[in-house]
């Protein structure tokens, strides 16, 4: 099984991760994930990158509880109206839903909605530290 770290102290932001995935899985590709949750969902499906060909693969999240603070409500808040203000590219009544949650307290935020991902591939454990 074949095993990678995500060092959670480098990450500061949404952007701070995808920087730390890249790093790590998209060495040697001509080009880097985007920002996108959509994008760490197709690289866990491993057909690109670190990750092609590897049946079973072990992430360890060292520091994850400063990740989770990194990626907590005050990052979902500022990805979630960075996406508002881009009206002909998103469902604004869902992105305002969203963001009504978390400011209520019962939103999802950026670090949750990753584990979401992760929790998608059985085949990639996750391991928080």
């Known amino acids: 099984m074949a095993e ?9 932001g949404i952007p701070d991760l995808y920087e730390e ?8 590709e001509d080009w880097q994930l985007g920002a996108s949750l959509d994008a760490l969902d197709d690289l866990l499906y491993g057909g690109y990158g670190a990750l092609a060909g590897d049946d079973a693969v072990r992430i360890v ?3 994850a509880a400063h990740s989770r603070d990194a990626l907590g409500v005050a990052e979902t808040v500022r990805w979630l109206r960075e996406k508002l203000a881009q009206p002909g590219r998103f469902r604004l009544d869902d992105l305002q839903r969203q963001l009504d949650d978390l400011h209520a307290g019962t939103g999802t935020t950026y670090f949750e909605r990753v584990l979401e991902v992760f929790e998608g ?5 996750l391991e928080l530290r």
Not at 4 to 12: F, K, L, S, T, W
Not at 121 to 125: L, T
């Open 21 to 28: 995935l890249n790093r790590h899985f998209m060495t040697g």
């Open 121 to 125: 591939h059985p085949e990639v454990v």
């Open 61 to 63: 999240w060292r520091d």
């Open 4 to 12: 990678y770290v995500i060092e959670g102290g480098r990450i500061g």
